[in-house]
């Protein structure tokens, strides 16, 4: 089964600073990757999601990811930080390859932006 | 378009006492439903698994139930809540496997437990 890893439960960054999110997944390469982000007391919502149809994903809000076979990862970056990106963001990944939309998660990784 | 809503959003209950969670979609049918559960630091664990009227999979044992009366309604039960059943709630859909959207959840609101 297909798992995540999220290196680092809390980052922090300044206003207009790069944001990296860090995700790895396990050794086989999935046919999904995704990123989602959950703002306090909120549900989850799609940032973007790798399909394979290009390495270089961009997402809602000025964030992307790139997906590297080689290094197993999906990081998420965004050039410059804003306060209101300050939330908890998921990599996830489907369970198996042939049962979609049952996904796992990793655990979270917090962002705090500092004016 | 699609909907998911879920409540209450906010719950404290006593330890022992019965729990009952609604979710209900609304702008597709047939939809696969999840609930899953997020507790302080440990990420999202998924709790029940439902591809229809009826059919429940359960991921890990536990104090909780789940039941699927209507296409697009699941209900998250217990008879008698642990403090350990504390957490945030999310309810999600997802399209038939193979259908777009690919491999994609939608998520609730989320509905906050607390046991006392």
């Known amino acids: 089964a297909q798992s995540v890893t999220q290196l680092g439960s809390h980052v922090s960054v300044s206003e207009g600073a790069l944001v990296l999110l860090r995700c790895n997944y396990s050794?086989?390469?999935?046919?999904?990757l995704f990123w989602y982000v959950q703002y306090p007391n909120q549900g989850l919502q799609l940032l973007l999601k790798?399909?394979?149809?290009?390495?270089l994903v961009k997402g809602i809000n000025g964030f992307e990811a790139e997906f590297k076979k080689s290094e197993t990862s999906f990081h998420l970056t965004k050039p410059s930080a804003h306060m209101s990106d300050a939330a908890e963001y998921f990599c996830?990944?489907?369970?198996?390859?042939?049962?979609?939309?049952?996904?796992?998660f990793g655990q979270g990784t917090e962002l705090s932006v500092k004016p | 378009s699609q909907t998911i809503h879920q409540w209450p959003a906010t719950l404290v209950q006593p330890v022992g006492s019965p729990l009952s969670l609604e979710c209900t979609v609304e702008?597709?049918?047939?939809?696969?439903l999840y609930w899953y559960r997020q507790a302080a630091g440990r990420g999202l664990q998924l709790l029940f698994y439902?591809?229809?009227?009826?059919?429940i999979s359960s991921e890990v044992p536990q104090n909780l139930s789940a039941s699927r009366p209507q296409d697009r309604q699941f209900i998250l039960s217990s008879k008698k809540l642990l403090l350990s059943d504390s957490g945030f709630y999310l309810c999600?859909?997802?399209?038939?496997?193979?259908?777009?959207?690919?491999?994609?959840?939608?998520f609730g609101e989320g509905s906050r437990l607390t046991v006392l």
């Open positions: 050794s086989s390469v999935p046919p999904y």
């Open positions: 790798y399909t394979s149809a290009a390495t």
């Open positions: 996830a990944v489907p369970l198996t390859n042939n049962q979609g939309g049952k996904l796992i």
């Open positions: 439902s591809v229809g009227i009826g059919q």
């Open positions: 999600a859909w997802s399209g038939v496997a193979g259908l777009t959207p690919a491999g994609e959840l939608f």
């Open positions: 702008g597709t049918s047939n939809p696969n």
